[in-house]
């Protein structure tokens, strides 16, 4: 039952971000404001390969991170003929080790490093079909330690169900962008996440919600601003991304 259950998850993840039309030409059309051909990209937490597809066709070079070994199979696959994708078996964290995977068989985007995370989720209705029904130790590995291997990249996509400000404590470096998964009832995880990074160095946000692929904001805003956007109604309709960028310094005397 377990193996049949991996087979359905991952069809389904299958369907949900490669087989919607238009979506492919979004994600394009939104990345193109943070990437140029010949970029280096992290894409932590690849799942089923969506956004490795669209960086890929913008002619970027990504490496993409994932620790499901079904999700790495699917990836290998899709990729083996590419010389601009590089696909790593591990989780992203603060350290470099070994941690509990919880894996949802049946929902396999929602499998989680972050436990406490994973138990506030089951106390809300949105999650009432998710169940985390296996556990797997996983390797991990940091934003520094794959920068010490890769080099320094111009954008990383983050989307590691919770886990974010962890993955972001794994980095010492200020990179031009980053993006992260947010949701509505876990705004804690964003603050943390936001800190971090503005402990790096000068960040103005955007906001991206559910699926839509385009920023909420005309401007892009502070961190306050961030926040109380966040928990406007609107906001709370469902989960989305934040988009973190290095403010521009003006030059002009």
Avoid at 68 to 79: E, S, T
Avoid at 140 to 158: C, H, M, N, Q
Avoid at 180 to 188: G, K, M, R, S
Avoid at 223 to 237: C, G, I, M, P
């Amino acid at each position: 039952m377990s193996q049949t259950n991996r087979l359905l998850g991952l069809l389904r993840s299958i369907v949900v971000y490669h087989g919607i039309p238009r979506r492919q030409k979004r994600l394009r059309r939104l990345y193109t404001r943070f990437v140029r051909p010949g970029d280096l990209v992290f894409d932590v937490g690849a799942h089923v390969g969506n956004r490795v597809r669209a960086l890929k066709a913008l002619g970027c070079h990504v490496i993409a991170i994932e620790p499901q070994p079904d999700c790495v199979r699917l990836l290998n696959v899709m990729f083996r003929d590419t010389d601009n994708v590089r696909v790593v078996e591990s989780a992203v964290d603060n350290f470099t080790g070994k941690k509990t995977l919880s894996i949802s068989e049946l929902n396999p985007t929602m499998s989680t490093l972050d436990q406490k995370w994973k138990e506030a989720r089951r106390q809300e209705q949105d999650f009432s079909t998710v169940q985390w029904n296996r556990t797997l130790e996983v390797s991990t590995t940091s934003l520094d330690a794959l920068i010490v291997k890769y080099g320094i990249p111009v954008f990383v996509k983050i989307d590691v169900e919770g886990a974010e400000p962890q993955v972001l404590e794994g980095l010492s470096t200020p990179l031009q962008v980053v993006s992260f998964e947010y949701i509505p009832n876990a705004l804690e995880h964003v603050i943390d996440s936001v800190d971090r990074l503005n402990a790096l160095g000068n960040y103005e946000f955007n906001w991206s919600p559910g699926e839509t692929y385009r920023l909420a904001n005309q401007r892009w805003l502070g961190q306050d601003e961030l926040l109380r956007t966040l928990k406007t109604t609107t906001a709370k309709n469902g989960s989305g991304d934040v988009y973190a960028r290095l403010e521009k310094r003006n030059t002009s005397t």
